[in-house]
């Protein structure tokens, strides 16, 4: 029994001068020093059309059948569809047709009755002028010269509400023909009514392909405005707070090699609620930026991943994050200081994923540990790692 305790003894004092043994700890270094500092707020976005047109139909009617689909390009006042106007029933189309004869008679009638009233205000006129020059030689009196001016007042009254008349009666017998747009016999040249581009671009939804009727007011394309993108950028609220119109957009993810760049327009006033992956409810808005460079790969509603630069200084002192832990409220490091590590305290202002700035603690060409293990501490040991 003895030998057992006396050997356990052994093992123990060996295993104690093997750990407490002058063999140092493996670390990485890296050097504190003066770099450009970035500091980004980072999160996927989507691209969206900016300000797309919504093609909608004018007037209700059967849509002929059209070609056209998405992705195809369209220029301004180029004719996307066809509309042919719907036809009345039998009824309906013979009190539109016997309302368009009203209108056609008090056309007429209106029209008779200007040609009256342009006589009667010629008549009165000269009338007028003979009894002012009998008036001149002292044949007839003041009144009965007033009482012919009166009549040529009276006659241009009258011709004036006999145009109008007729522009009234003209106004009824256009609107009446409208109604008969469509018709089986209507008077109509052209029956159909065509819908064009409002500004060149690329089709982007077919709402209706056609070969139906539609009411009016009934969505029939989506067509880019130029092929213009916008970036949307949805930021939790505390980290939007710090995006200011024109800060630089930094585009990664869209599925290319190249960095696009853009910048922010806007931040939406209006913020959301979204629940994340794990089911935590998180308050966010829209961060809306524009590229600054159209790319012809990219399309409405691609993923993307961006990065927003919300502070930037060309020569700052900085420290690799990877050298930070935190150790009673504030960070510290360690410095490799003639082969020992050296727990330093330091304040560090602006923090990009790979530098912090450095406010107090370092000094330039102090070298720190990186990814500090357990086995660090206090005046351990330590030899550098490639």
């Known amino acids: 029994m003895s030998k057992w305790i006396a050997g356990a003894v052994i093992l123990i004092v060996v295993l104690a001068w093997t750990m407490s043994g002058s063999e140092a700890v493996r670390v990485q270094t890296a050097l504190v020093d003066h770099r450009e500092l970035v500091v980004t707020v980072q999160e996927q976005g989507r691209t969206r059309a900016k300000l ?41 189309e013979t009190t539109h047709r016997a309302n368009l004869a009203a209108a056609i008679a008090r056309r007429h009638a209106a029209e008779a009755s200007l040609a009256e009233a342009e006589s009667a205000l010629e008549r009165a006129e000269s009338e007028a002028q003979r009894r002012e020059r009998l008036f001149l030689d002292r044949m007839i009196g003041e009144e009965e010269r007033d009482a012919y001016r009166q009549t040529v ?16 009666a003209m106004a009824d017998e256009t609107s009446a023909r409208a109604l008969l747009m469509g018709s089986s016999g209507s008077d109509s040249e052209n029956p159909t009514v065509q819908v064009y581009a409002p500004a060149s671009g690329t089709i982007q939804l077919v709402h209706e392909r056609g070969d139906r009727v539609i009411a009016a007011g009934t969505p029939l394309f989506q067509i880019s405005n130029e092929d213009a ?12 707070v710090r995006v200011n119109p024109g800060d630089t957009i930094l585009i990664t993810g869209w599925g290319g090699d190249d960095v696009l760049m853009g910048k922010v327009d806007y931040v939406e006033p209006q913020a959301f609620t979204k629940y994340s992956a794990l ?39 900085t420290v690799p994050t990877s050298a930070l832990f935190r150790r009673d409220n504030s960070w510290h490091v360690f410095l490799v200081e003639n082969d020992t590590a050296t727990l330093r305290p330091v304040r560090v202002g602006q923090r ?11 000094q330039r060409g102090s070298e720190v540990i990186a990814f500090p293990s357990d086995l660090v501490q206090e005046g351990v040991a330590v030899e550098r790692v490639q």
């Open 352 to 362: 990009s994923r790979d530098y912090a700035q450095v406010l107090e603690g370092l």
């Open 153 to 168: 007042q009276a006659a241009q009254s009258r011709l004036l509400s006999v145009r109008s008349s007729l522009n009234a």
């Open 229 to 240: 993108l916008e970036l949307i950028i949805d930021l939790l609220t505390q980290d939007a």
């Open 279 to 317: 089911g935590v409810e998180e308050q966010r808005v829209n961060v809306v930026g524009s590229l600054l460079e159209n790319n012809p790969q990219l399309g409405a509603g691609y993923r993307i991943e961006a990065a927003i630069a919300v502070w930037q200084q060309d020569d700052v002192l």
């Open 52 to 92: 797309p047109y919504i093609v909608n139909s004018p007037v209700a009617g059967h849509m002929l059948r059209t070609d056209l689909v998405e992705g195809d390009r369209v220029e301004k006042d180029q004719v996307l569809a066809e509309l042919a106007l719907v036809s009345e029933d039998s009824r309906t």
